[in-house]
């Protein structure tokens, strides 16, 4: 076994560079690897943050029968509507309009407030209330052209104000014009139906249909640094975000996840489309271990990170553990992300109906490292959205951490270090996993 925390020399000579960060200016850090060491690199090749994916977490996993026997339930049971049931009602509910509104909702999946599921369910229901409000050949779209552009606003606003509680970006300013630009691209480029994206992005951008990589190199295109220029290039005028990209082509496409109605694309392209990385995966990755940051930058005392810069790092370990279960990386989102968003999200509240207790690190040491809104100062990371950083994960190193002397010296050669947190912070860990609450024992209790 490759001993993940020794990085090479070159890196470890990097560890204590200097990094300047400007109050409230986020660098953009560049990941590298080797093996399943990372550092995070700003532009001048000084690291900021480095760790290591830890291959050994997924090998705790008793069998892939048994996790994948116990996630389902856990879905069925905690989900607002059971993953599968809403699946198959979806695909008979919405027929020819599916690709669409799987369009229209990914899109809308950018800035939402809720979880993926509470937007897809409201969408729902206003599908049966104003179904051509996704059918871009609908003669509704042709009367609202002939309008004035004020006119035109109002009646979509009116539409869709339901909706409008929903997210965190300007409802009127980015919401509503995405929709209608969104219906515009399918009419334009898509001939109606978003089905045919696939083949209007590899023609567009001259991509070989057959070849077996050519989703995640569109995947790359749509989320790299010049995503905004192809985004013009294929006529998108409407926010589409690296996440949302990804959660667009694992719903579109065929997988455990997905609906398969996107045209053209085979299942080995599939296999390299690499899982979607938000907030509640991230959280998932550093409480479970499968991610471990074990450097700092001194000189980072308040490390100030987007989302985004932890993409490259949860995708290896989404990777790893995906293969210990024989599913696509892209699969296991569904479960990953559920997990990050119901039980993981309290500090560990509701560890005792997380189907990842039989590998994660927080659960074993008993106590969880995540913190929560403005207390991020007094914790080694936090990813909660705090007020005072929208969208930043913050880090702490244990060179400047006031809490050092009591933290546990969980692994000395790897340096990683475990605080003692206070008794909000303690997983309600019971004496054996046979005692915790699991979904079967549940649906016992609400059906005798």
């Known amino acids: 076994m490759t001993n993940q925390s020794s990085c090479c020399p070159s890196m470890q000579q990097t560890f204590f560079g200097t990094l300047k960060v400007i109050d409230n200016i986020m660098t953009v850090f560049l990941t590298d ?264 930058n001194p000189t980072l005392a308040q490390g100030k990170l987007a989302r985004t810069d932890l993409t490259d790092v949860c995708q290896r370990g989404m990777d790893l553990l995906a293969e210990r279960l024989g599913i696509l990386p892209i699969e296991l989102d569904e479960y990953v992300w559920a997990i990050g968003t119901i039980p993981c999200k309290h500090r560990g509240a509701f560890c005792f109906i997380c189907p990842l207790t039989e590998i994660c690190d927080s659960w074993r040491q008993g106590y969880v490292r995540e913190s929560s809104g403005a207390e991020y100062l007094n914790r080694c990371f936090s990813f909660a959205r705090p007020q005072t950083e929208k969208n930043a994960l913050y880090l702490r190193g244990c060179q400047t951490c006031p809490q050092q002397s009591s933290c546990i010296l969980i692994d000395a050669e790897r340096g990683i270090r475990h605080p003692r947190y206070g008794p909000e912070y303690l997983s309600r860990r019971f004496s054996s996993l046979a005692e915790k609450l699991l979904p079967e024992e549940l649906e016992r209790i609400v059906t005798s």
């Open 33 to 296: 690897f080797i093996d399943n060491d990372f550092a995070m690199k700003s532009q001048d090749h000084r690291v900021a943050v480095a760790g290591f994916v830890d291959h050994d977490i997924p090998q705790r996993l008793a069998s892939a029968e048994s996790f994948l026997s116990g996630a389902d339930a856990f879905l069925n049971r905690f989900s607002l509507s059971p993953p599968d049931e809403r699946k198959e009602k979806m695909k008979q509910e919405f027929g020819n309009d599916l690709a669409n509104f799987l369009f229209i909702s990914s899109v809308l999946n950018y800035g939402n407030i809720g979880t993926s599921e509470t937007l897809f369910l409201n969408l729902m229901d206003l599908y049966r209330r104003y179904r051509f409000l996704f059918r871009p050949n609908d003669q509704f779209w042709v009367k609202l052209r002939q309008m004035n552009a004020e006119q035109s606003k109002r009646v979509m606003e009116s539409l869709l104000v339901p909706l409008s509680g929903l997210f965190r970006t300007d409802f009127r300013k980015v919401i509503v014009p995405s929709w209608t630009a969104s219906i515009n691209f399918i009419r334009n480029a898509c001939e109606g139906d978003s089905g045919n994206l696939f083949h209007h992005i590899a023609r567009s951008l001259m991509i070989n249909e057959d070849n077996p990589s050519a989703l995640a190199i569109i995947q790359g295109l749509l989320s790299g640094k010049g995503r905004n220029r192809v985004k013009k290039q294929l006529g998108m005028n409407f926010a589409l975000g690296p996440k949302t990209v990804l959660l667009l082509l694992s719903v579109m496409t065929e997988n455990r996840r997905g609906f398969g109605v996107l045209r053209g694309v085979t299942r080995e392209q599939i296999k390299e489309l690499k899982a979607p990385v938000d907030s509640a995966v991230v959280r998932v990755m550093l409480n479970t271990g499968l991610v471990k940051i074990t450097f700092v």
